[in-house]
């Protein structure tokens, strides 16, 4: 299966420290989005790329959130300085865009970070 | 505004029994549509998708959902509910190639025995 894949799987971490997850996309595809989802809630939409470049940020990536993607394959969403408020589980989605595209988006299993 | 309506947060139905889940959406046009299903510690998982063409569309599990263009509808539909069908359920919209899909805020789905 050559699903999207996520690492890690859950994250613990203390306050104030920094995190960096992965994303490997479906291969084919070409654009790639991290999503933010808190329980009870739907996905929220943080960043978006088509190949290397980062096209969208959301309002609710503050600076300390930064995403990379620096070969147009894999992606890697950063938080500085993590705060309790971060505790979430991190989507990243890939869909193949472009022409008449539907941009069908193909989750991973999401990587759940809880801050102490 | 674009927005995706899902009016039932939550919805306990008996196995066996059908189910019908409402998703209404706000749109100049015909967008395009899908459900996708989140069971507990799984992924997102798209259910169907409707683009275009016959409004009634089948998708995985027994699922099927219906395009109604005169009520911004797209409910999803199952004629038989399983146990293994308890999950959070989302409808979606692209309107219209748009890289950035608009979600609702879910449906979650219990299935008594």
């Known amino acids: 299966d050559t699903g999207v894949s996520q690492d890690p799987r859950h994250k613990i971490t203390k306050r104030g420290q920094n995190v960096t997850f992965r994303c490997d996309p479906i291969?084919?595809?070409?654009?790639l989005y991290w999503y933010r989802q808190t329980l009870g809630q739907g996905p929220e939409f943080l960043t978006y790329?088509?190949?290397?470049?980062?096209?969208?940020k959301s309002r609710l990536l503050s600076d300390r959130f930064s995403a990379e993607r620096p070969k147009g394959s894999f992606s890697t969403l950063e938080i500085q300085r993590t705060e309790q408020g971060d505790s979430a589980m991190y989507l990243c989605?890939?869909?193949f865009g472009g022409g008449y595209s539907y941009n069908e988006q193909f989750f991973g299993p999401g990587t759940r970070l809880t801050v102490l | 505004a674009q927005s995706v309506t899902q009016p039932d947060i939550h919805i306990t139905v008996s196995e066996g029994a059908s189910l019908e889940l409402r998703c209404n959406y706000s749109?100049?046009?015909?967008?395009?549509l899908f459900w996708y299903v989140q069971s507990p510690g799984q992924g997102l998982q798209l259910l169907l998708k409707?683009?275009?063409?016959d409004t009634l569309v089948q998708g995985i599990k027994g699922f099927e959902a219906e395009f109604k263009r005169s009520q911004s509808s797209f409910n999803l539909r199952k004629p038989s509910v399983h146990w293994s069908d308890a999950a959070e359920y989302f409808c979606?919209?692209?309107?219209?190639?748009?890289?950035?899909?608009?979600w609702g805020l879910g449906t979650s789905l219990a299935v008594n025995p």
């Open positions: 291969s084919e595809h070409n654009r």
């Open positions: 790329f088509q190949n290397e470049a980062q096209l969208e």
């Open positions: 409707y683009f275009s063409g």
């Open positions: 749109y100049g046009a015909t967008p395009y």
């Open positions: 979606v919209v692209n309107p219209g190639n748009n890289r950035k899909l608009i």
């Open positions: 989605a890939s869909s």
